[in-house]
């Protein structure tokens, strides 16, 4: 155990997760809608952080991120409409392949802009663009067999090349001596008689019984 204690191996062979590109991207979600008889200024957008779906597409050398996010159109507060806000991003990220793995971490709210209310002309209502932005942490990862220095300790099982015997089982005192009696209980004491106890365990008794009325 010593010698393997003060062994450092050079060649031991270990799977990598190496990382390709690791960035934190900001998402900006957007959308446009209709809004009737506006007279107020007071609009807001409250999203739904729960409905935020995300796909990651992973290109050469680039990571494509879609999704959208629900929200509530309040006016005055005042529930108005339901609205969906969408968006894609494009990140660089050098060396990435289609087959490499993407992930990203649970994406946080960074801030909801002020809805930005477009005129119409027809005046029929006016149009309002609604923006939130959102983070995430992508990591693009690759598996990659390396050698590493290590110190072995030891295994944590060093009988797992030997050969498994099975248990013997161990029948306690009372046990045995419970068998042995009910043993001796039906012996037909054979040795009286011309018979074989191992054979005819039973057969001892009925023969002397016989032998008896014959007589």
Do not use: W
């Not at 739904?48 to 991120?65: A, E, G, M, Y």
């Not at 879609?66 to 494009?90: C, W």
Request: charged share 30%; net charge negative; hydrophobic share 35%.
């Amino acid at each position: 155990m010593e010698k393997k204690n003060e062994a450092c191996l050079k060649n031991e062979t270990v799977l990598i997760q190496s990382i390709i590109c690791s960035k934190k991207v900001k998402l900006i979600a957007f959308a446009k809608t209709k809004l009737k008889k506006i007279s107020s200024r007071d609009i807001q957008f409250i999203p739904d952080p729960s409905s935020i779906q995300i796909t990651t597409t992973l290109l050469k050398d680039l990571i494509v991120i879609q999704g959208f996010v629900k929200g509530s159109v309040i006016v005055d507060g005042r529930f108005v409409k339901k609205v969906t806000l969408s968006f894609q991003e494009e990140v660089i990220c050098e060396g990435a392949c289609p087959g490499d793995e993407l992930k990203h971490t649970k994406p946080i709210l960074e801030g909801i802009l002020p809805p930005q209310v477009i005129p119409n002309e027809d005046h029929d209502g006016h149009f309002v663009l609604f923006k939130a932005i959102f983070s995430i942490q992508v990591t693009v990862v690759r598996e990659k067999i390396g050698t590493i220095c290590v110190t072995i300790i030891g295994d944590i099982n060093e009988e797992r090349c030997k050969h498994q015997t099975p248990a013997t089982a161990v029948i306690p005192f009372e046990m045995e001596k419970a068998i042995k009696d009910e043993s001796e209980s039906h012996d037909c004491h054979c040795h009286y008689h011309d018979c074989d106890e191992e054979d005819f365990p039973c057969m001892c008794e009925e023969e002397s019984e016989e032998k008896s009325s014959t007589t």
